[in-house]
């Protein structure tokens, strides 16, 4: 397997865009990738989309030729890849696979979603299919309510607490408050976190992250050929897959995530380091819980230890390690489809130094971390700067 | 890149199955291929699955570890490839790079649909989700009107009759009828055919595939670990994926497909070999225009001789390139996902001389030919008896 690097990224802001269509995001941001690498579409080999839901939210499936040949690709493959939260992290692990075991020499990997539409009313309903609903679907448990669930079992096992759940909300607004490209650039404090609108006991609208459009793409090579695009390229280290089952029910204990665990384990040895030599990352915070275990899931702390972690401030910018620069999911918003290809993009910002206010002090190595379901897929790729 | 070969192939029937949901069919289909391999779930290093609208039709999404953990998979990569009608191509394309590539040396492809179901009523608009939805489904042009306007063309200006496609569906139907798999296994005249309900001008319900129910799925492995699995395997000579755009609107001639075309060029390429030498076709027959449109695209007739050699009896199994042996889509049913995988299942029981009552005579080389839309998506796969 040959050594890879992203040698472009692209985003369009996050955000609720009433006059913008789902093909008009996911080319903003492909283009953007391609000129930031200096690739032309004709050079690209291949095209891996991450999509949930664009057939439920704006009624257009067979999205990755339609969003493709509007990109400039001529003929090339064109695939669409869904593993609910995770498709645009599933949609990369594919792309690396194939340019790190010799098929292509230049592809592009994207996400998107159109969350607003007139199908958002059913929102949380196209949501839940990406749990079980055949049971949890049928009982009614949404997702905020399978994570509620995932919360209140982490407080009675572990004292975590509403305030330790807030504090993740706080961080993150006041991230994504210097990310020109988040959803919501809101500073809020503590006190508003806790006395949010209940969602699901014990979670708030603070808690939840956001109903968003927007899309991301990289552009990706061999490292060898890295240098002939940019001298601003980063070195994947790895990229893993996991899965679990979909049901929250079929799993033994809901205070972890198996799939998260492994992703984790096979990235840090792919990559040869430990959770100690990550500089910054990107952690998927569907909700303020989700974040906390993934930062044990991930051996950032103990297990058990998220919640007074993120209270400590460790995993603030200034922190030992800085989560979610980007406003995470809670505040840049969550374009289901582009989630994963957004943390990427996140992720080489803050590498090449480009992360502005929110720029963190040591920024060599990253990781990124995206979750689908309540835990039955995972991806998580680390990456190293130039 | 190795060489691949096919070790296991299993089917579920094709039909309408209010008693069946879409998950305990694809495992049918997996568990079969599995058996029919002598391969153990825990020796699986990845999965692929390919659906088309499992959220439209069923309200289930992240159908991959869903489909997977039923299964008996654990913890591996379980990803939904979406391609339109060429899902579950996709899927296979995917699959066998990453087995030549040697990524994994054991993988499951599978595609799977659950068409009847409580939003059947909405088939025809799910199903131009295909197509381009902001043009071609907002004007009211769902699949057999656009493929009643690509019929027309045809007939226009090649002189294609009305008994020339209707020769095509008294042929699938003949070859349904002994297929014990098939959705509709009924023998019908050319009259009958003629005299079917117009659905479209001049595609009556005769020259239309089922809404079917259904699951495929192969076992692929190196084809120098194969025989230690079997001695009844196929060789993989080649897999191609192409793309075109989605709107009919932006194609210069729709008396053909360009994106058939090439995937066919460049799987004769892969493989050695022309269009004289395969023995067995399975083509993407969603209407008998297509049969025909993809018996020139692909070269076993010059273009716009589709329809006096679809006439001649040279498709038939006893001609001289029998197609769609299995009864096609027309027949054997369009379970959307599950059609590409099944397709090479069908050429893989006619390899193996196990087609019965429609057996070809020679089965040495066979070639299947999955499409996605109106042409924006076609995988060719070329495979070689053991």
Redo the contacts between chains.
Sequence with gaps: ?RSVAVIGIGKTAFGAFADR?LRSLAVEAVENAMRDAAVAPKQVEAFYLGN??G??F?????????V??AAG?E??????????CASSG?AF??AW??VA???YDVVVAAGVEKMTSQSTPRVA??LA??????GE?RAGATFPALFAMIARRHMHQFGTTREQLASVAVKNHANGAKNPLAHMRKVISLEQALAGKPIAEPLTVYDCSLISDGAAAVVIVPLDRAARYTSRFAKVLAVT??????ALD?KADITFF??VK?AGEKAYKLAGIGPQQIDVAELHDCFTIAEIIASEDLGFTPKGQGGPFAASGATAITGQIPINTSGGLKAKGHPVGATGVGQICDIVIQLRGDAGERQVAKHKIGLAQNL??SG??CVVTILEAA
């Design positions: 397997m269509d949930f839901a057939p439920s704006v009624g257009q499936n067979h999205l990755a030729p339609y493709g040949m690709f003929g090339i493959p064109c695939t669409r890849f869904e593993d609910a599933s692990f594919h696979q194939s075991a010799g098929i309903e196209i299919g990406a749990g079980d609903m055949a679907g897959q996991t899965s679990d089952h979909v079929r198996p799939a492994a689908g379901g039955a897929t």
